[in-house]
């Protein structure tokens, strides 16, 4: 089977009343050039559900009696738990015993029965297809199947629509099947687009591919991007990317962290780390988008609470806006109020404090004092640490 743009049109048929035709956002208070496709407010929270709601739709009644398995680290999950459910079909799915418990108890809620398996994505999709062959379930893959692709290029005739003059797309790659359907959608429209593809630098399987020629296995890493926490991409993705994406990219675990809280903060939006990636990447300035439209799918919300919190704390400290030290102190009466009062004259915030007398680090005569500071930015927290060192303070 070939993928084609009639297919891709007969999906957005098909998903029609089913997945929503998510807003594409002027991210204004972010970059004047950047525009957000916001499949983080898709239902699901993910662009999962149509790849997966496509495929579903188009097995036999065979096919459908036998049972539904997918492998997944949470989105397509719930996207193929919510359309098997849709349509009375069973679905069983094998996560990775790292997803995120919300990931988990949400593809419950669809009424997917989720399978734990130990390692990373690819061997929950070893153990998927396993189960397949022993069980007699249908698989739908989460990537590698032109109907699931042909799903997610729904996403590339909504951006065209919504964003007629746009310059650059940006996307998410784990897998590589939305950029595979955003990339084919797009370029067989408006050929001139710009596709850029965004992976983590922990575990850049596409990147890695796209630069031997050739499909390839990357070390196993650990990442808060876990929808894009995949070792190999498929074939059929691969083919595709090599012909119809224009790069792809890498960033930090720092600069997805950074993404996600400016997201927060200035566009009220909460992505997980995966659906942050292609933001992260114009944030650090690896996307030029001087004088052009630039697209970013935030390609999905289903961030663990617990998480989100570290995620923040992580970006906060990576922006300046949370300075962790330690300093000594003699301990004589008046010492500590004394640096606290310098701090404070200096602008900063102290958030927290741990003052220790009797630690076997420092000398009979001296106290450690351990603070988290709330500072402005990155300047100012060097303008007040280089404050304290000019003061006399030792900072470790």
Do not use: W
């Amino acid at each position: 089977m070939m993928l084609t743009l009639p297919m891709v049109y007969d999906a957005q048929r098909v998903l029609k009343g089913v997945a929503e035709e998510t807003p594409m956002i002027h991210a204004t208070k972010i970059n004047e050039s950047l525009y957000l496709k916001s499949e983080n407010l898709q239902r699901t929270g993910s662009f999962k559900l149509r790849g997966a709601y496509y495929k579903v739709s188009t097995l036999t009644e065979e096919e459908k009696e036998r049972g539904v398995i997918a492998a997944s680290a949470g989105n397509h999950a719930q996207g193929v738990a919510l359309a098997c459910t849709s349509i009375g079909v069973k679905s069983y799915i094998c996560m990775p015993a790292y997803a995120p418990i919300a990931k988990v108890e949400a593809t419950k809620a669809y009424g997917g029965e989720p399978i734990l398996v130990p390692g990373a994505f690819d061997d929950a999709a070893e153990e998927a297809v396993r189960l397949s062959e022993e069980k007699g379930y249908t698989f739908v893959a989460p990537f590698n199947d032109e109907k699931v692709i042909a799903g997610q290029g729904t996403i590339g005739l909504e951006i065209i629509t919504e964003l007629p003059d746009v310059d650059v797309v940006v996307v998410p790659v784990g897998g590589g099947g939305l950029i595979s359907g955003v990339a084919y959608a797009i370029k067989q429209i408006k050929p001139g687009c710009q596709v850029i593809g965004v992976q983590t630098a922990a575990t850049p399987s596409m990147a890695a591919s796209i630069d031997a020629g050739h499909v390839v296995k990357v070390e196993d890493a650990p990442t808060i991007a876990d929808g894009i926490h995949v070792l190999q991409p498929g074939d059929i993705t691969f083919d595709i990317c090599q012909q119809y994406v224009d790069s792809v990219i890498t960033v930090t675990e720092d600069e997805i962290a950074v993404a996600i809280l400016t997201l927060m903060e200035k566009q009220k939006t909460v992505a997980e780390g995966a659906g942050a990636t292609a933001v992260a990447a114009v944030l650090a300035g690896k996307i030029d988008t001087k004088g052009k439209k630039v697209c970013c799918i935030v390609s999905g919300g289903n961030i663990d609470v617990t998480m989100l919190n570290r995620v923040i704390t992580r970006g906060l400290i990576t922006t300046g806006r949370l300075t962790d030290l330690t300093t000594k102190l003699v301990d004589k009466a008046g010492a500590l109020m004394e640096m606290l009062h310098f701090i404070t004259e200096k602008g900063a915030n102290i958030v927290n404090i741990h003052h220790e007398r009797e630690s076997m680090r420092v000398a009979v005569n001296e106290c450690v004092v351990h603070m988290i500071l709330e500072t402005r930015d990155l300047e100012h927290k060097e303008e007040v640490l280089a404050a304290l060192r000019q003061a006399g303070y030792m900072i470790y």
